[in-house]
């Protein structure tokens, strides 16, 4: 009797490790998607380590590098979302997505100069890119360079992209105070 329940144990064991699938079978681009979800649930934590995870696993896998940047730059984690977009654009130069998160990362640090630079990469390598001439035109309001900003305003504009109304209004009142072009 014995001998039956302990052989009843070791094959409901054996069934139960059969039918649960292993952690590390599972896939760089199965844990991005998993960093993905989380991160749109707003699960940053937890999408770090997914990401952390599919970097593990493929450590070329750009798109990874770019998504954890994204998740530790909304957690506050600046000087690692600048790293990893960096890992990003060094995995794929072509990335404009990478430049433009790397370019909003180095503006929440007030360096626009360095921010800019990115922005216009970004705009090289995807000449419609929307966010990257707003993100530029408002580092230029930073710098007080109102031409370059309204540059990039009229640029949005002409693509068909939109203009946020206040920064817009802003952008207006230096420039009168200031003699310049709008």
Known sequence: MKQNI???????IGILFLNIPS???QTAEEYLSAGNDNSKLGNFNRAIIDYTKAIGINPNLAKAYNN???AYAREGSLPRAIADFTMAIANNIKDAQAYNNRGRAYAQQGNFSHAIFDYTRAIEISTFYVKAYNNRGFAYYKLKEYDKAWSDVHKVEAIGGRVDPYFIEDLKKVSELKGHNT
């Open 6 to 12: 302990f052989k009843m144990v070791l094959v409901l």
């Open 23 to 25: 952690v590390g079978a």
């Open 68 to 70: 954890r940047g994204v």
